[in-house]
């Protein structure tokens, strides 16, 4: 039977999750294995500079709990710095979580673990979801005319003080409770900045430069929240630990309660307009066919990297296939019957929506509000 279990994530002081923009400017010993000309291209771009994101991956979340699970069942081993697991446990971990990383288009394998969540923020007892991206807006259809030299209908967003959404504006990035309160992402991350000092790895003479890191720390009383289902309580119960996620070394005290996943489709119907919509609750691959079933789509684009990791040298990486998702908070509005083969577009990455991406709200039409 299956079992569900509430994580939540309280950072320990200020933390860093490594994006694109990171990987870019970050100490590439990757040069290394250039050409000349490509070997100083890339040596310029060891910049000094780099920025955290506000939200791990779900790739950084998921290798987390695979590994806390692991060490909660005394599977791993630290050595010669590294965590591994004997050869006579393999079978029992493999068990556990399952085997090999994460990939966009092999077959997955977690083990025990059956679905992860999307992150979300939560307020003492109180969680909150990432508004959708017309939050506050009306969309109008106002006619029909040419844009573009083609005949189509005119379409804009009112404010709800009757102006109109222009070019200076902003699409909603605020979060929302069950309740109907909301709050500004800004108000929750409060970034600051530290100087660091790094050794450029094509100097023989371990020179060294300086850099600053742009991390964030959440307001208090905040925290991250997700849900993980397992097949079994077999393996995990609740217990409190303290863990890593994200990049220099950021802690966390993470806590695991048995608790059933809040049923959000319902709780968040009050967002319905006199519109169907469909809104992400995470970050998600689709085709670009998609737009074509839309009337318009609001949204922002997020990048997906994975990256693999050199066991004998942890300084040195790869980059992998970079994958462009939708960012959080989009929202679909589909063409006259077409919502269903929205959904079923977003919902057939099955190795995305099991570890959390892909995770929609159906907005149907309801009365306006």
Sequence with gaps: MSVTYKITLKPIDGFYFGGEDSFSSAPL?????????AKRYFQKRQGYFAKSEKFPQQTQLLGMLRKELLRHNKKLLYFKNFLRVPKV????AKC???IGKWSASNNLDLGEMQQLSPLYLC??????????KDYGLSMLKDGEGYINGRAGSAIAFQKSNGNFFGAKD??????ISKSGDTIDIDEIFKAYTQIQTQILCYKEDNTEQLYKVKKYRLKEGYSFVCYLTMSSDKYIDNFSTTVELGGERSSFEMMVTKQSEPNIKDEYKYLQTDKSRLVLLSDT???????????????EKKILRTFTIDMQNSNQFTKDTKIILLGKGTVFYPREGEGQAIKDMIEKYTNYTTIGYNQYLDLTQGEKR
């Design 96 to 98: 556990i979580v399952g």
């Design 123 to 132: 307020y003492l007892e109180q969680m909150f979801i990432p508004t959708p």
């Design 285 to 299: 691959y689709v085709d670009d066919t998609i737009f074509d079933k839309c009337d318009i789509v609001l949204s």
């Design 29 to 37: 010993n990757a040069v290394n294995n250039q050409d000349p000309k």
């Design 89 to 92: 446990w393999k079978e029992d």
């Design 170 to 175: 902003y699409l909603s990035s605020a979060y």
